[in-house]
């Protein structure tokens, strides 16, 4: 059974900073790409980052770009999200995913495709 756990969230004034971690049991990382989903009140969820595992290939949403960075401990199963200079805006729902890559996929890597394995979500609240 695929589970996942997030942490790190919190209360934080703007231009702070939080480290979330992921970490997936029951699944292995080779051949995994894992998410940073977000959902904000009223707004629909969006990939706020993601990483491939065996290759390091990442996305970053354009808002977050340069302040927030995804990295993988494939030996630990574990995708940290480093969210720094955080802003009101990042306020949300931060939900891990998980899914497999399959050799068709489109040559740049994104958040695209579906994600099968999701945690429950860690709580944001930025606050200026």
């Known amino acids: 059974e695929v589970q996942i756990v997030e942490s790190g969230g919190g209360l934080v004034q703007a231009g702070g900073s939080l480290r979330l971690s992921c970490v997936v049991s029951?699944?292995?990382?080779?051949?995994?790409?894992i998410g940073w989903f977000r959902q904000a009140p009223g707004k629909e969820r969006e990939g706020v980052s993601c990483i491939s595992a065996k290759d390091g290939d990442s996305y970053y949403l354009d808002s977050v770009k340069g302040r927030f960075t995804v990295s993988v401990d494939n030996a630990k199963n574990t995708v940290y999200l480093e969210m720094n200079s955080l802003q009101p805006e990042d306020t949300g729902v931060y939900y891990c995913?998980?899914?497999?890559?399959?050799?068709?996929?489109?040559?740049?890597?994104?958040?695209?495709?579906?994600?099968?394995?999701w945690g429950q979500g860690t709580q944001v609240t930025v606050w200026s």
């Open positions: 029951g699944f292995t990382f080779d051949g995994a790409a």
């Open positions: 995913a998980a899914r497999r890559r399959f050799f068709l996929e489109l040559p740049t890597f994104t958040c695209q495709y579906e994600y099968n394995y």
